[in-house]
T-cell receptor, first 115, second 117 residues
Framework: AQSVTQPDIHITVSEGASLELRCNYS??????LFWYVQSPGQGLQLLLK??????LVQGIKGFEAEFKRSQSSFNLRKPSVHWSDAAEYFC?????????????FGSGTRLQVQP | DGGITQSPKYLFRKEGQNVTLSCEQN?????MYWYRQDPGQGLRLIYY???????QKGDIAEGYSVSREKKESFPLTVTSAQKNPTAFYLC????????????????FGDGTRLSIL
């Protein structure tokens, strides 16, 4: 069955440090991939997406993600974290050929930024 | 500005009562979605609709109902059959990719927090 896994429930980094949030999926083909960010009590905002082509995609707020087919992964990265990046981050996958015309979300990773 | 409006922001339900959450979009999107968010569980799909007067059950549809009478509106009713309705509810919309396979990114409203009195 198709699934999305975010192995890290909670991550703490220092301001200015680099960040990598992990996302793995289970699927027999290449899906469409998304990363969203959610501030407390708010909706989700799209950071970036991958449909095809270059496996390194750039997003908003200085984030990037790399699709690795061999590892079924789509990890989110940022070279230098700012205090305003503290939020919850969700990986989402569109398993296009299953008849489920909606995204499947991971359980999220909560990012805390230390001064 | 285009966007998705969810109302109310906070809602309280008494035992045995049905309540309806509103979701309106002015993005001219064909597809609309309802998700339930609980701490540590991410977003779980309740219902979705890709066209007016048609909708499909998601992963946790029991105890919920929806309608799609207008393209702009996709209200969610939490019925008394939903025994644990306390959660944060998110509505989203998207266009559909040409050819019907796959979805464009979803746009989200700011959510409704439902609590039980």
């Amino acid at each position: 069955a198709q699934s999305v896994t975010q192995p890290d429930i909670h991550i703490t980094v220092s301001e200015g440090a680099s960040l990598e949030l992990r996302c793995n999926y289970s699927y027999g083909a290449t899906p469409y991939l998304f990363w969203y960010v959610q501030s407390p009590g708010q909706g989700l905002q799209l950071l970036l997406k991958y449909f095809s082509g270059d496996t390194l995609v750039q997003g908003i707020k200085g984030f990037e993600a790399e699709f690795k087919r061999s590892q079924s992964s789509f990890n989110l990265r940022k070279p230098s974290v700012h205090w305003s990046d503290a939020a919850e981050y969700f990986c989402a996958v569109d398993f296009m050929d299953t008849g489920r015309r909606a995204l499947t979300f991971g359980s999220g990773t909560r990012l805390q930024v230390q001064p | 500005d285009g966007g998705i409006t969810q109302s109310p922001k906070y809602l309280f339900r008494k035992e045995g009562q049905n309540v309806t959450l509103s979701c309106e979009q002015n993005l001219n999107h064909d597809a609309m979605y309802w998700y339930r968010q609980d701490p540590g569980q991410g977003l779980r799909l309740i219902y979705y609709s890709q066209i007016v007067n048609d909708f499909q059950k998601g992963d946790i549809a029991e105890g919920y109902s929806v309608s799609r009478e207008k393209k702009e509106s996709f209200p969610l009713t939490v019925t008394s059959a939903q025994k644990n309705p306390t959660a944060f509810y998110l509505c989203a919309s998207s266009t559909l990719r040409q050819g019907g396979s796959g979805n464009q990114p979803q746009h989200f409203g700011d959510g409704t927090r439902l609590s039980i009195l």
